[in-house]
């Protein structure tokens, strides 16, 4: 045990100087029980200063950062993990960071039953209201485990299915595009090629896509950057352009 806890002191200060990529790769490596020890510290420290700094959640805290990009497979293993532990609340938090192309994993084949699943998305407390914003198909898949809820809280939540709508057309929108690309990404420049099919969607879906390449490290943050950039720049051009002469 004492082994464990030198162990964790230095990675908690390993965490606090690498990068979060970086650090997210080294401890991936590491098995469940020594990242539940950090999490549940860390925590606990964020639970601590959450109401004395402007912080949005806590996965916000720099410390935290390293856990959005372990690997989506390690986020699934750390809630089967946190559930047996009958630790709801630290396994809830991994829902806000999952990808929504493995939300349907989480169902089939993490969680035991449906009452587990829904315990789960209670423990997110207030959070359960972003997720039609973040997850849509978590989003669809608490509606249909609050089916028969008489709290009040399905009603709720349903305010917010047209913003579901709208990121599951996103994420439809992603998916080909993804589908396209490996197709041809052994013959392209991926920035000008996702340039080219990106910049005829709608700014929303376009916003959504770059999101979505991100978290799923198609691209870097420095190449959504540049291709924020340039649609800024279109965007820019087309609201001063003249209008043409009606003839």
């Known amino acids: 045990m004492m082994?464990?806890?030198?162990?964790?002191t230095c990675l908690k200060y390993f965490i606090q100087?690498?990068?979060?990529?970086?650090?997210?790769?080294?401890?991936?490596?590491f098995k469940e029980d020594i990242l539940f020890a950090i999490l549940q510290e860390n925590y606990q420290s964020y639970?601590?200063?959450k109401n004395s700094i402007e912080v949005k959640s806590f996965f916000d805290f720099k410390i935290n950062e390293f856990w959005k990009h372990i690997s989506e497979e390690k986020r699934l293993f750390m809630i089967r993990f946190l559930i047996a532990k009958d630790e709801f609340k630290l396994a809830s938090l991994f829902l806000l960071i999952l990808s929504p192309n493995y939300s349907e994993q989480l169902t089939n084949n993490i969680l035991l039953s449906k009452e587990i699943e829904k315990r789960l998305y209670i423990a997110l407390e207030d959070d359960i209201f972003i997720l039609a914003q973040i997850n849509p198909?978590?989003?669809?898949?608490?509606?249909?485990?609050?089916?028969?809820?008489?709290?009040?809280?399905l009603e709720v939540l349903q305010e917010f299915e047209a913003i579901a709508e709208l990121k599951?057309?996103?994420l439809k929108?992603?998916?080909?595009?993804?589908?396209?690309?490996n197709k041809v990404k052994s013959s392209v420049f991926p920035l000008q090629w996702f340039y080219s099919q990106l910049k005829s969607l709608d700014i929303g879906h376009r916003n959504?896509?770059?999101?979505?390449?991100?978290?799923?490290?198609?691209?870097s943050i420095q190449d959504k950057q540049v291709l924020d950039m340039l649609f800024d720049k279109?965007?820019?051009?087309?609201?001063?352009?003249?209008?043409?002469?009606a003839g």
């Open 3 to 8: 082994g464990n806890e030198k162990l964790i």
């Open 17 to 29: 100087i690498t990068e979060p990529i970086k650090a997210a790769h080294r401890l991936e490596k």
């Open 47 to 49: 639970l601590n200063k």
């Open 137 to 153: 198909v978590l989003y669809f898949r608490l509606l249909d485990l609050l089916s028969d809820d008489t709290t009040g809280i």
């Open 168 to 170: 599951l057309s996103s």
């Open 173 to 181: 929108e992603f998916s080909k595009t993804i589908e396209d690309y």
């Open 208 to 219: 959504d896509v770059l999101e979505y390449l991100q978290k799923e490290q198609v691209i």
């Open 234 to 245: 279109d965007s820019k051009f087309f609201l001063h352009s003249p209008p043409k002469n």
